[in-house]
């Protein structure tokens, strides 16, 4: 063999241990790329996945928060006409006409007295209708039955609508409009809200 068969050998041993070394180099290169693009994907996969999960719960936040406000809304309307119909009743009470008015006067004067020598108290804007003579005709009423009858209009006016305060030393029993409302509609709201709302 001579130094150029020699010679010859190695070149082509080189030539082919660096075609494996490229090839080697090459699939390696492809590996590294297939497993980049695998992990790219799957970190996009995972960047959609949360994304997808932020929209849906910022969806069913704002769904929930647009509910509550629409139910809010809606209660407050209901309340608002609830308090209409208890405005209205109490408007209607005092446009009663004086018979009317002083019946429903006297009834809560005489289920709510206890001896029959109480203060009577009104609103001002009852001095009118109600008077001392109309006070002594429930007096006459009570001394009819054998009860005392010495009932007392006060002088003095309670800022009230309608109604009286029955005062009997330093109690008073307040059975004014504005508290046997409150206290109708405590007891009576959720009746009404069905009438009106289902």
């Known amino acids: 063999m001579t130094i150029k068969d020699i010679n010859d050998k190695i070149i082509s041993d080189a030539r082919i241990q660096a075609e494996k ?3 080697q180099a090459e699939d390696n290169a492809n590996n590294i790329i297939k497993k980049g693009e695998k992990e790219a994907n799957n970190i996009k996969n995972i960047i959609l996945y ?5 929209v849906t ?3 069913s936040k704002i769904l929930t928060e647009a509910n509550l406000k629409a139910k809010k809304t809606i209660l407050l309307e209901k309340q608002k006409i609830i308090e209409d119909v208890f405005d209205k009743a109490l408007e209607i009470i005092l446009k009663l006409n004086d018979k009317e008015y002083h019946n429903f006067i006297k009834k809560l004067i005489l289920d709510n007295i206890e001896i029959g ?3 009577i108290f009104i609103g001002s804007s009852d001095q009118r209708k109600i008077s001392q003579s ?4 429930i007096n006459e009423e009570l001394k009819s039955k054998g009860e005392k009858g010495v009932l007392k209009l006060s002088c003095s006016y309670l800022t009230i609508k309608g109604g ?3 005062g009997s030393g330093k109690i008073r029993k307040n059975i004014s409009l504005e508290l046997l409302l409150k206290d109708v509609r405590e007891e009576s709201e959720m009746q ?3 009438i009106l709302f289902d």
């Open 134 to 137: 109309f006070i002594e005709d």
């Open 50 to 54: 949360k994304n997808k999960q932020e």
């Open 117 to 119: 020598d109480e203060t």
């Open 57 to 59: 719960l910022k969806k």
């Open 21 to 23: 070394i490229i090839a």
């Open 192 to 194: 009404i809200s069905k």
């Open 164 to 166: 009286v305060i029955i």
